[in-house]
């Protein structure tokens, strides 16, 4: 069985920063697209990073271009996201994703796999 798990959130003042990771277990990920969505109140689901395999590049909404950085680690079957200059609007559940096929990165239709979801609050 495959799980995603998710460990890092927290309530943060606007300006600091936070680091998310997502362990996957059952399975290996190392050639599959692994990303990360986040949902705010009353919003829908939206892309904020992720990348095709482990050793691809990690591509980013606009919305958080240059100030978080993705990461993965095939030792660790793992993902990371680094979060600085949090914003008050970066406040939502962050959710890490795994594909088993191939589509468009920043669909939520293309992952398979979800975690529970992380609480990031972000004061202002």
């Known amino acids: 069985q495959v799980q995603l798990v998710e460990s890092g959130g927290g309530l943060v003042q606007a300006g600091g920063s936070l680091r998310l990771a997502c362990v996957a277990f059952g399975r290996t990920f190392s050639s599959d697209s692994m990303t990360w969505f986040r949902q705010a109140p009353g919003k829908e689901r939206e892309f904020v990073a992720g990348s095709r395999w482990s050793i691809g590049s990690t591509e980013y909404a606009d919305s958080v271009k240059g100030r978080f950085t993705g990461s993965r680690d095939d030792a660790k079957n793992a993902m990371y996201l680094q979060m600085n200059s949090l914003r008050p609007e970066d406040t939502g559940v962050y959710y890490c994703?795994?594909?088993?096929?191939?589509?468009?990165?920043?669909?939520?239709?293309?992952?398979?796999?979800w975690g529970q979801g992380t609480q990031v609050t972000v004061s202002s």
């Open positions: 994703a795994a594909a088993e096929t191939i589509g468009p990165l920043r669909s939520e239709y293309t992952y398979k796999y």
